[in-house]
T-cell receptor
Framework: KNQVEQSPQSLIILEGKNCTLQ??????????LRWYKQDTGRGPVSLTI?????NTKSNGRYTATLDADTKQSSLHITASQLSDSASYIC?????????????FGIGTKLQVIP | DVKVTQSSRYLVKRTGEKVFLECVQD?????MFWYRQDPGLGLRLIYF???????EKGDIPEGYSVSREKKERFSLILESASTNQTSMYLC?????????????FGDGTRLSIL
């Protein structure tokens, strides 16, 4: 069964500090990996997508990396802001099968404190 | 911006009731999805639809049905609500069937079955 594991489960950091969230997956064959941000009481919003050939992609203060050989991705947040407090969800899609094969991680809950 | 609107933010129903959750998207998207989100489990796909009157089962379809009579509207039906269906329900849409397309989520309906 395809799995997506995220770590840590939760994280508290001071405003202005950097942090890195991890996503390990066993989905194979791999098509793409997407990071979502979910604010409390809201639906998830896509931050970035990584395909097999991409190693790094940035979206403002968010930088995602992908190592398809080790099946690991990370999301690095630079100079954190209070508005970064949210859950970050990693979603991995295989390149075959229907949407039933898309696997969501449980998420990392990030709290940024002043 | 894509807007996915779920009819209720909070809903309280009784065991055995028939419950309807409504979702509307305003961007002429082909695909629509229903998920439930539970603590420690992440998002799980209940049903999705890739066209009007078309539907496919997700990971956990038991106890649910769906209806898509118009392209913009996707309804989730709990035929006879049970307490184990208490959860956060999220609707999403995507422009096409390609899984590289991001899903756009509504803000969820928190459903309590008493």
């Amino acid at each position: 069964k395809n799995q997506v594991e995220q770590s840590p489960q939760s994280l508290i950091i001071l405003e202005g500090k950097n942090c890195t969230l991890q996503c390990n997956y066993t989905v194979s064959p791999f098509s793409n990996l997407r990071w979502y941000k979910q604010d409390t009481g809201r639906g998830p919003v896509s931050l970035t997508i990584m395909t097999f050939s991409e190693n790094t992609k940035s979206n403002g203060r968010y930088t995602a990396t992908l190592d398809a050989d080790t099946k690991q991705s990370s999301l690095h947040i630079t100079a954190s802001q209070l508005s970064d407090s949210a859950s970050y969800i990693c979603v991995v899609s295989p390149n075959s099968g229907g949407y039933q094969k898309v696997t969501f991680g449980i998420g990392t809950k990030l709290q940024v404190i002043p | 911006d894509v807007k996915v609107t779920q009819s209720s933010r909070y809903l309280v129903k009784r065991t055995g009731e028939k419950v309807f959750l409504e979702c509307v998207q305003d961007m002429d998207h082909e695909n629509m999805f229903w998920y439930r989100q539970d603590p420690g489990l992440g998002l799980r796909l209940i049903y999705f639809s890739y066209d009007v009157k078309m539907k496919e089962k997700g990971d956990i379809p038991e106890g649910y049905s769906v209806s898509r009579e118009k392209k913009e509207r996707f309804s989730l039906i709990l035929e006879s609500a049970s307490t184990n269906q208490t959860s956060m329900y999220l609707c999403a849409s995507s422009r096409t069937g390609r899984r590289s397309q991001p899903q756009h989520f509504g803000d969820g309906t928190r459903l309590s079955i008493l």
